[in-house]
C-alpha cells in the first residue's frame, strides 16, 4: 500500500506576500508615466522586488510539487519528463 502524502494547504504568510508583489507591481505600472516628487530610484526599486517575490514564491511552490511528485513516485526520468510537460 503506497504511502498518502497530505494534501497542500494554503499558507497565509505566502498569500500576504502575493498581495505585496501584486501591489507593488500595479503601482509600478500605474506611476510609470506619471511625474512624481518621490524618487525614480524608489518607484524602481519597488517594482523589482514585486517582480522578485513572484520569482522566489513560484520556485518554492514549483519545488515543492515536485518534492512531492519525486517522494510520490521516484525520482525516475519519466517522472521528471511528466512532471515538467504538466508544466
Given at each position: 500500500?503506497?504511502?498518502q ?9 505566502l498569500?500576504?506576500?502575493?498581495a505585496?508583489?501584486?501591489l507593488?507591481?500595479l503601482f ?14 524608489v ?10 517575490i ?5 520556485g ?8 512531492r511528485?519525486?517522494t510520490?513516485?521516484?525520482p525516475?526520468f ?10
Open positions: 500500500m503506497e504511502k502524502l497530505p494534501e497542500t494547504q494554503r499558507i497565509f504568510g498569500d500576504i506576500l502575493r505585496i508583489a501584486i507593488t507591481v509600478r505600472h500605474m506611476f510609470s508615466d506619471v511625474p512624481l516628487k518621490t524618487s525614480e530610484i518607484v524602481d526599486s519597488l517594482y523589482l522586488n514585486g517582480v522578485e513572484f520569482f522566489v514564491l513560484s518554492y511552490l514549483v519545488g515543492g510539487i515536485l518534492f511528485t519525486i510520490k513516485k521516484g525516475y519519466k517522472t521528471l519528463f511528466e512532471f515538467w510537460r504538466d508544466r
